[in-house]
């Protein structure tokens, strides 16, 4: 018998990955390449190729014993390094190895944070629409999620004023997620300097610390010259949960870090903590090989024209037909206004046309389905005339 705890969560499994099964079903109905799949997340551009150079020297090179073996719980020294050096090069900082802990990519990294600093009843606040899973993330925990409400008129920046409003003695952490999922929206700077400002001024006001928690495996994915704040550049109780599942197309690899900046609280504690839960959450060290590889790799990039080509498209294409979109600046998601307010209604009135999205509800977002643009640049050509005929109905 499953525990009361899994109950619910196997009741409401993902609609992403409900999204993803159709589908499937749809492919082998009408043919894969009449089905325009915008559901999920997963990277279409192939990893670099200096990565597999990597990986293939590291086996033929290499101390097998090494490659394949245990290490320490945080993961390999020389990986730990490239990354602290290259965020020093980038970011004008000073992180030594020891605050780069290896993970099993952002989920694992974000579980290890909460089970890091949660205690049943403490609370985190997320700035709505987010990624769902960190409901299931915070509350693996015994954490409680404090939905902060979304902000439409700033392009779904974080609404600051509200979130100040829901802090209490009881708040650990606030998840920001830049360039964010679902919307596409990148926070700027001064966001982020507002953002730290005011949870400033309430640690000081509770005598509390209250962390950021920065949720990037986006960071590198920008376009038309947006850049990503590193927020511990703004604010010292930050945690950094980084992936190269996005930036590296490498998400079947569970490969990503936590940074634990030094000027964070009982820094020195956090990263001991940090590691200990990544070995008793049962990852034990984030995987050996793509370690290696990433300590050669850290200057491979993601073919970013690509999905900027991809978003550009999509965006005027849809906007001209009269949709209401958020103007993607990172990620590869467009976030777009349902004409109707049900947003799951809508996704059905484009299913019937083989587009899937994701309705926003899913993100806490009613009202706007989100359309994951890491696709064939094919299949954004080719449901066009879906997405028109659809618009032809609500738009004049
Ligand atoms: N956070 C956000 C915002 C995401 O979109 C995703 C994956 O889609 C994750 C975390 C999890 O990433 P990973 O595959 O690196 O665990």
Known sequence: MISKFMEPRVANNSVIRQMFEEGKRLAKIYGAENVYDFSLGNPNVPAPEELKDAIIDILNSEDPVKVHGYMSNAGFEETRQAIADDLNRRFGTDYKWENVIMTAGAGSSLNITLKTILDPGDEVLVFAPYFVEYNNYISNYGGVPVVVSPDPESGFMPNIAEMKEKITPQTKAVIINNPNNPTGAVYPEPVIQELADALKAREQELGTVIYIICDEPYRELVYGGASVPHVPNYYDDTIIGYSYSKSLSLPGERIGYVLVPPQSDES?????????????????????????????????????????????????????????????????????????????????ELKEHNILVTPGSAFAGPGYIRISYCVAHETILNSMPGFLAVAQKYFK
């Open 268 to 348: 020195a504690e956090f990263i001991d903590a940090v590691t200990i839960a990544n070995r008793i959450s049962g990852i034990v060290n984030a995987p050996s090989l793509i370690q290696l590889a990433i300590a050669r790799c850290t200057d491979a990039k993601a073919n970013i024209a690509f999905y900027e080509k991809n978003g550009t498209d999509l965006y005027n294409g849809l906007t001209s037909a009269g949709y209401e979109c958020v103007k993607p600046s990172g990620a590869f998601y467009l976030w777009v206004k349902t004409p109707i307010e049900d947003d799951s209604a809508f996704a059905e």
